[in-house]
Nanobody, 124 residues
Framework: QVQLVESGGGLVQAGGSLRLSCAAS????????MGWFRQAPGKEREFVAA????????YYADSVKGRFTISRDNAENAVYLQMNSLKPEDTAVYYC?????????????????WGQGTQVTVSS
């Protein structure tokens, strides 16, 4: 049974940092894109960042570019999201995601597996 378990969320002041982790189990995702989405209250789930299987290609939403960094460790079957210079508008539940196919998942429909989500709250 595939499981994606996120950790690292919490409450932080604006300008602070958090590092999210996602550990996958049940199968190996070393050949798939992995990434992060987020969903704020009353809003649709949106793409945040993705990373190719080799880690050589990364993609970011414009709203987080320059502040967030995605990385992965295929030996650990894990993906990470370092979030710096956090803003109140970054407040959301953050979900780890694995693409359904071998290309990047930028849309909810392209995701094959989801984590349960971790809450990130940024206070002003």
């Amino acid at each position: 049974q595939v499981q994606l378990v996120e950790s690292g969320g919490g409450l932080v002041q604006a300008g602070g940092s958090l590092r999210l982790s996602c550990a996958a189990s049940g199968r190996t995702f070393s050949t798939y894109f992995m990434g992060w989405f987020r969903q704020a209250p009353g809003k649709e789930r949106e793409f945040v960042a993705a990373i190719s299987w080799s880690g050589g290609n990364t993609y970011y939403a414009d709203s987080v570019k320059g502040r967030f960094t995605i990385s992965r460790d295929n030996a650990e079957n894990a993906v990470y999201l370092q979030m710096n210079s956090l803003k109140p508008e970054d407040t959301a539940v953050y979900y780890c995601a694995v693409s359904k196919f071998l290309n990047i998942a930028r849309r909810v429909g392209d995701v094959g597996y989801w984590g349960q989500g971790t809450q990130v709250t940024v206070s002003s």
